[in-house]
């Protein structure tokens, strides 16, 4: 062997060192830089395996599982606020950006994209653009950061956001609890996808259940075989039974691959509801055995706020907690009252409990309801 020849190795990484060098000095991923590396060379640095598949959130999101964990999330997040409290009071005042972070859409949207960031990614950012009189970030005046618009520093930080430089002051990291779907999931996102083509494909090229031998002298026509075929599914139909002569042999070629391919999906759809960590029922996957039965609506709503939902706002509103935010003292946290609230009958018959019990009163009754319920009687 010529040792004065680089071997193929040392030349494929001389060729995507710069490239390399990115992705390698942070293990979360914090810039995807795999786009800079040759096709080629994808499998050689387990880019990609021998289905050449390459996981993008677009590719992500072609899987139901994944898409419906999307939904969920982004469906209840944005239906809830950010408010400001004191121990367990609402304080004072409410930050005005928490009311409106962003000035070109409202608090769900950007609530829905930040989390959709931290559902795929390690991490996200807001970027304060304008401050108040008190130096907090103003009403409208922060954006979210999309990561194909910041430029990071080798250890991740970003420092350059739309292709202007930023202060580390100016900077809201979110950090997800995880490396993010498209990282920790890699491998059975890439699985999934390949189960998934695999059952396009046998949907689209149906393997027959039964194979009627003809074992004649004389060969079919074209007509007489459609014909043959016709009358046995007819028959099957009909009568639960079929006939068949001396010349014809009944074979039966047992458990069709689409019934495999379909038992297969059923247990990656559970793989990637619990990689998504979404419950089973909330993304309509079935479990074999499994009986859930919620007394109320609430009940539910808490069960998907404690296992799927908090994954997400607590990262979010502890870091909004932080003094750079938020005043010393004060918290910043997601109001779950819209998900959580129970029906009026389970109100009124818990106000009721409160007022025989003698520690609520009507006022307290009418500041839960936002509206006066009792009225003084107007004499005739």
């Known amino acids: 062997m010529n040792q004065s020849k680089p071997n193929l190795l040392s030349r494929a990484l001389s060729a995507v060192a710069p490239a390399l060098s990115l992705a390698i000095k942070s293990p979360e991923d914090w810039a995807d830089s795999s786009h800079l590396i040759p096709a080629d060379l994808e499998s050689l640095f387990g880019l990609t395996d021998a289905s050449g598949i390459r996981i993008s959130r677009r590719v992500a999101m072609g899987l139901d599982v994944v898409a419906k964990g999307r939904r969920v999330l982004a469906t209840n997040l944005g239906r809830m606020t950010l408010v400001n409290k004191t121990g367990s009071k609402l304080a004072p005042m409410q930050m005005g950006y928490l009311q ?28 304060v653009q304008r401050r108040d009189a008190f130096d907090w970030p103003a009403f409208g005046g922060v954006k979210l950061l999309d990561r194909k618009d910041a430029e990071f520093d080798d250890d991740g930080k970003v420092i350059k956001a739309w292709g202007k ?93 689409e019934q495999l ?99 609520i009163d009507q006022a307290w009754i009418d500041a839960q309801e936002g509206q006066t319920l009792r009225t003084e009687e107007i004499p005739a």
């Open 261 to 359: 391919l379909l038992d297969a999906q059923n247990r990656m759809d559970i793989k990637l509801a619990r990689q998504v960590g979404i419950p089973a029922w909330a993304a309509d996957v079935a479990l074999e055995g499994s009986t859930l039965n919620y007394q109320n609506r609430a009940s539910r709503a808490w069960e998907l706020i404690d296992l799927y939902l908090s994954t997400y706002t607590t990262p979010i509103a502890s870091r909004l907690s932080m003094n750079d935010c938020t005043p010393a003292g004060w918290s910043t946290e997601f109001d779950t009252e819209v998900l959580t609230r129970p029906d009026m009958k389970t109100r009124f018959e818990t106000y009721k409990l409160g007022i025989d019990g003698g520690f």
């Open 165 to 257: 430089p930023v202060e580390d002051r100016d900077v809201i990291q979110f950090d997800a609890p995880d490396g993010g779907l498209l990282h920790d999931g890699l491998k059975t996102l890439r699985r999934a996808v390949v189960l998934d083509r695999a059952a396009s494909l046998a949907e689209e090229n149906p393997v027959p259940s039964v194979d009627l031998h003809y074992a004649g002298n004389k060969a079919l026509e074209d007509y007489q075989i459609r014909q043959l075929l016709a009358s046995w599914q007819a028959a099957r139909a009909k009568y639960g039974a079929a006939f068949s002569d001396k010349d014809i042999t009944v074979k039966t070629l047992g458990l069709d691959k």
């Open 100 to 127: 409106q972070p962003e000035e070109d859409r409202p608090l769900a949207q950007t609530l829905i994209w930040t989390a959709d960031a931290l559902y795929f990614y390690p991490r996200t950012w807001w970027i």
